[in-house]
């Protein structure tokens, strides 16, 4: 394999999102990642849209992945997993804890068998709490995180986003711990296990709110589309010609810039918003808010980009993805790769992120077929004969 993390094997037996998204990740730099579904297939292949029968979100969720069945709630199953984690250097998953105990592949017992083996458990509230047995999605654990009680308009229900942050965020995380772990490797000779809850890692971004309780009091609340405690100045606001744009300020002399573009050099000098202690006055913060929703409104947002650009300040358009599969900036990033899938043709998707200027990662093949790899990783790497594969076939093992 290619890429910066080419000489790593990492086992993915995660289902749906969270767990599979980190192992993702890694497959994205260079990882050998072997995805492990139970004979059905994972579920992911069937959520979402689908063209001709083929679900297409599982195309960019499953890429670089060689994809095998196998089913661990059997026996022969099971020893075939620890087999496999004998020769990884990572194994990825996020069931309920206790599951993998149950079927005799929990922490201690694979990392008898491969103490160099790291082992990422994601989880809805870890592995050893009272909780534990709870299941937990992405969307919930974003409620438990703080995170869902910020977004929205301060008169109006929390807001989710328009897609699982709470896992995604999950996975990074995840994917983060494992390069330490993989690191910590390189000193002890010892892999380790990562046990990272759903809803912490999005509590740990939103690193603000705890302290500022703990030392005053303060509950924050939703304040819409603005930063909460006024601390920014910033909206998003609708042009003349229709389109939604974003604008934040926070560092006085970006602040300076916004005013300036918006109102000139004595706007910028206005007693109201000169100061960050003037413009957090709530008075004083809606009037400025008002100015500059006014300003845009008049003005396309051809002409509202082009003043921001000469005065230094910062905004930028909501793009949708037709938008972005034809803006500039991606395409100079080469942000959307195309790869071609024998099922769907050619397909548009993410580029790996983040990218190595020496080691940069790459989209090798889109989300395989069910089971597409068997022979390759069962008698390939694990030696095993013909005849037996066709027995743990017709077991319903494989």
């Known amino acids: 394999m290619s890429g910066p993390l080419g000489d790593l094997?990492?086992?993915?037996?995660g289902h749906v999102l969270a767990g599979p998204f980190a192992a993702t990740l890694l497959g994205d730099l260079g990882a050998d990642v072997i995805k492990v579904e139970p004979p059905e297939g994972d579920n992911l292949r069937r959520l979402g849209p689908r063209k001709d029968g083929h679900g297409i979100w599982w195309k960019v969720a499953a890429r670089n992945k060689r994809c095998i069945t196998l089913d661990l709630r059997r026996p022969e199953g099971?020893?075939?997993?620890?087999?496999l984690a004998e020769r990884a250097d990572v194994l990825v998953e996020n069931f309920?804890?206790?599951?993998?105990?149950?079927?005799?592949?929990?922490?201690?017992?694979?990392?008898?068998?491969?103490?160099?083996?790291?082992?990422?458990?994601?989880?809805?509230?870890?592995?050893?709490?009272?909780?534990?047995a709870r299941p937990m999605f992405g969307r919930p654990s974003e409620a438990m995180s703080g995170l869902l009680h910020l977004t929205g308009f301060a008169d109006g229900p929390p807001l989710h986003a328009g897609f699982s942050l709470g896992d995604a965020t999950t996975a990074l995380m995840g994917a983060f711990g494992v390069l330490a772990a993989l690191h910590r490797r390189e000193q002890t000779g010892e892999g380790d296990c990562i046990d990272l809850a759903l809803f912490e890692t999005l509590f740990r971004l939103i690193e603000w709110q705890i302290p500022l309780y703990d030392q005053t009091g303060h509950v924050t609340q939703r304040a819409g589309n603005q930063f909460p405690l006024g601390l920014m100045v910033g909206n998003v606001y609708r042009s003349k010609d229709g389109r939604w744009l974003s604008t934040s300020a926070g560092a006085e002399n970006i602040v300076h810039r916004l005013l300036e573009a918006v109102g000139g050099p004595e706007l910028a000098r206005d007693p109201r918003f000169h100061t960050p202690e003037a413009r957090s006055r709530p008075e004083n913060h809606r009037a400025l808010d008002e100015l500059v929703r006014d300003w845009i409104a008049q003005r396309s947002a051809a002409e509202v980009l082009e003043a921001f650009e000469a005065a230094g300040a910062v905004i930028a358009p909501a793009l949708d993805a037709a938008d972005i599969a034809s803006h500039p900036a991606y395409a100079e990033r080469r942000a959307i790769v195309a790869v071609d899938d024998p099922q769907l043709g050619r397909i548009r998707m993410p580029a790996a992120v983040p990218r190595l200027l020496g080691a940069p990662g790459e989209v090798r093949w889109a989300g395989p077929e069910l089971g597409a790899h068997n022979d390759e990783v069962y008698r390939g790497l694990l030696g095993m004969a013909k005849a037996e594969l066709a027995e743990l076939g017709r077991l319903g093992v494989i």
Do not use: C
């Open 9 to 13: 094997l990492a086992i993915d037996v």
């Open 78 to 83: 099971q020893e075939i997993l620890a087999r």
């Open 96 to 132: 309920r804890p206790g599951t993998l105990e149950r079927w005799n592949l929990g922490w201690e017992r694979l990392h008898a068998r491969n103490p160099r083996l790291v082992m990422l458990r994601i989880s809805g509230y870890g592995q050893n709490t009272s909780f534990g």
